[in-house]
DNA sequence: TTGTACGCGTTATCAG
DNA sequence: CTGATAACGCGTACAA
C-alpha cells in the first residue's frame, strides 16, 4: 500500500502518483483518473511519517496535561480536540505525570517531528521543555501557566485574582481561620495562594503556616489534608481548594468526620468542572472559561504553525466565582 | 544533536558512536569514554524517529478512547498510562469521538510507526481499523469490547451481566415501569440493553419501546434523555443508564423539574467513576474493576509486543453493583 | 575502528 | 505529459 503499487496498478510512475496526490503539475485527465481509481481499489492512504519525513507538517497537535484523570484537564482537552478537528487536525494527548525529566524528555523527542506544534498544560518547574522546543523552532502554546519569563504564547486565567476573590468570598461570609490546600508542582497554584495571601492581608489576617497545605492535586490528596486540617487545635472554618479535585476530597473527608457543609466548615474550589455542579451540596467554585481557553490555545498554535513563527501573545482570562451551595455565611461563634 | 555531532566532538565516527549507544561491539574503553562524555556534554538522546525508521520499537503505547472528558475512560487511562510508565512505555491518547472512518483512519496510520502496539477503547462500528492493524502485524488490544468476531486479544467486563443485574435490582424494588438510556455507538450498551431486556423478561414484564432511549453518552444528553422520559403519558419510576455520565445528567435534568431520587425515581449507572461518589445522592452503579482492567490490558499488549504475535486471550471481568442512595424500595402506587 | 550502503515512503527536480 | 532518480534524516550493519 504504497505509492509503489499504487504506481503499478495504475501502469504509471510514482512521479505521476505524487502529482495527483499533491495535485501538482499537469497531466491528461485520464491519466489522473486512472491513479485515482487504482488508489480507491487499494484503499490506499498516503503514509504521515513519509510526510514528515520530507518536512510535510502532520496535521497533528500535541497536548502535554500533568494528569489526564482531573476533569479539568480532560475537559479542556476534549475542547481543544473538537476544536482542532474542526480545523483540520488531530491531537495525541501525553499524560506528563510529574516524573520530570525523564519522561518528558523522551515524550517530547518523540513528538518533536511527529506533531506539527505543541500545547503545554503541564506544570513543571522544569521549564527546558519548552525551552528546547522553541529554540528548535517548533510551535509551542503554553495553557494554563503564566510565566513571563518563557517567550511563547499564553493563554491562562488570573490566577491571583482567583485566589483573592475566593478567599475575599470567605472573609465577607465572616471567617477568620481560613486555609488553603494548593497543588505543589503548579505554578498556578503559587499564585492563587498569594491572592489568598492578599485577601487576608486587606482583612488585616495574619496567615498561619498550619492553614497552608501543599500536596498533588487528586481527591485522595483532598481527603488526607482535610484530615490534616481537622486534627489541628484550631481547625479553619472555611478551606480555599485549588482545584475542584481537592475540593470532593474535602467533602468526602468531611461527610466521613460528620462535619456538614457549609454549616461547619466552607468550601470553595477552582476550575468549575462537571464535579463542581455534580455534587451535594454543590459546589462553590472559581470558574475558568474552559472553552474558550481551548478554542483560543487551538487557534494560537494554528496560527503559529500556519505564520511560521510566534505572535508572542499572552492572553489572560477572568476567573468568575461561581456561588452555589457549599458557602454561606458563617456561624463562627469564637472571635 | 545527531549522532554526527556526537562522533565529531568525540573525534571518531559515527558507527563508533552507534556501537556505544547500543553497546554492540568492542572497542577500546578509552574511545567508549570518550563518546559518552561527549554525548552528555551535547544532551543527546537518540531521536526515536530514526530509530523507529529502522524498524525499533519506540516503547510507545497508542489508547484510541472514544471521549476523553468521559471520566470512565480520563480515569482508565490514567491507570494505564500508570503501569505502562512501570514498564518503560510511554502511552499517547487519541479521543477519536465518533467521527467515524476518516478521524480513525488518520490517527491509525499516522501511529502505525510510531507506536508498539494499540489498545483500542473506541466504540466503531466500524471494525476494519482493529483488522487492518493485526494484518499489518501490529500489536492490538481491545479494551472494553466484546467481539467475538475480532481475532485480538479482548479485556472487558459482562455488560450483559451488568445490565441484567441493574435491572433486577430495579425489579427487586418493586419497580415495573423502567427505561433504559443506552449509548447508540457502544458494543457495550447493545449488550446491556440485552441484559436489561432479559431481566425483565424473568419478571414477565414486556418491553416498551418508548422507555428505550438511544443517544451519545453525555451529561447533556442524559438530561434530554430524562426530559424526553418524563414528557411520556406514563413516564418510568427506575432508569438504568448505561453510563454514569447519562446518570448525572438524569439527575440534573431530575433536580430541574423538582422530582426527588430515589423518592420518585430510581436510578442506576454504569462505571463506578468519580463521579457516582461525588453526587447526592450518591449513584448507584454497575461498577467496572477499572484499575485491574487497566493493568490487565497493559500487560497483554506488552506481552504481545515482546512475544512477537498475539494470545488472543479473552478476559472477561464481572461487574459489580453498588447500591448507594439512589435507589430504594420503590413507593410504586399504581400497578 | 571506520566508511558507507541501506532502509522507510514520500516529494521534487530534471530529462525524455 | 511522464518517468527516473536524487534527496529527506538518522540510524544500523556489514565490509574493509
Do not use: W
Not at 60 to 69: A, H, M, N, R
Not at 231 to 249: K, S, V, Y
Not at 289 to 299: H, Q, S, Y
Amino acid at each position: 500500500m504504497t505509492i509503489y503499487d499504487v504506481a503499478k496498478r495504475a501502469g504509471v510512475s510514482i512521479a505521476t502518483v505524487s502529482k495527483v496526490i499533491n495535485n501538482t503539475g499537469n497531466m491528461r485527465e485520464s491519466t489522473k483518473q486512472r491513479v485515482k481509481k487504482a488508489m480507491e481499489e487499494l484503499n490506499y492512504h498516503p503514509n504521515v511519517m513519509a510526510s514528515a519525513l520530507m518536512g510535510k507538517g502532520t496535521k497533528t497537535l500535541g497536548l502535554l496535561v500533568p494528569d489526564i484523570s482531573n476533569p479539568f484537564f480532560s475537559e479542556i482537552a476534549k475542547v481543544i480536540e473538537d476544536r482542532a478537528h474542526e480545523k483540520g487536525y488531530n491531537v495525541i494527548i501525553c499524560s506528563t505525570d510529574e516524573n520530570a525529566e525523564k519522561e518528558k524528555k523522551n515524550v517530547e523527542l518523540l513528538q518533536s517531528k511527529l506533531v506539527d506544534g505543541f500545547i503545554v498544560g503541564s506544570t513543571y518547574s522544569d521549564k527546558s521543555i519548552v525551552q528546547n522546543l522553541t529554540e528548535a523552532g517548533v510551535p509551542v502554546v503554553m495553557l494554563t501557566q503564566d510565566d513571563p519569563a518563557i517567550d511563547v504564547s499564553q493563554v491562562f486565567v488570573d490566577d491571583f485574582k482567583g485566589g483573592y476573590e475566593a478567599t475575599i468570598h470567605h472573609l465577607q461570609n465572616g471567617h477568620h481561620r481560613i486555609a488553603i490546600i494548593s497543588e505543589q508542582m503548579a505554578l498556578s497554584s503559587v499564585k492563587r495562594t498569594e491572592g489568598y495571601l492578599q485577601a487576608l492581608k486587606t482583612y488585616g489576617i495574619r496567615p498561619s503556616e498550619e492553614y497552608l497545605v501543599k500536596t498533588r492535586g487528586t481527591i485522595a490528596n483532598g481527603i488526607k489534608a482535610f484530615d490534616r486540617l481537622f486534627r489541628l487545635p484550631e481547625p479553619p472554618t472555611a478551606i480555599f481548594a485549588c482545584n475542584d479535585q481537592l475540593a470532593i476530597g474535602v467533602m468526602l473527608g468531611a461527610q466521613e468526620k460528620g462535619i456538614k457543609i457549609p454549616d461547619q466548615l466552607s468550601l470553595v474550589g477552582f476550575d468549575d468542572t462537571i464535579l463542581a455542579r455534580a455534587t451535594y451540596p454543590r459546589l462553590t467554585t472559581v470558574a475558568q472559561p474552559i472553552a474558550e481557553m481551548g478554542k483560543t490555545v487551538v487557534d494560537l498554535l494554528i496560527d503559529e504553525i500556519r505564520l511560521g513563527h510566534s505572535k508572542k501573545e499572552r492572553i489572560l482570562y477572568n476567573p468568575r466565582l461561581i456561588i452555589r451551595e457549599t458557602t454561606d455565611r458563617a456561624k463562627v461563634e469564637n472571635i
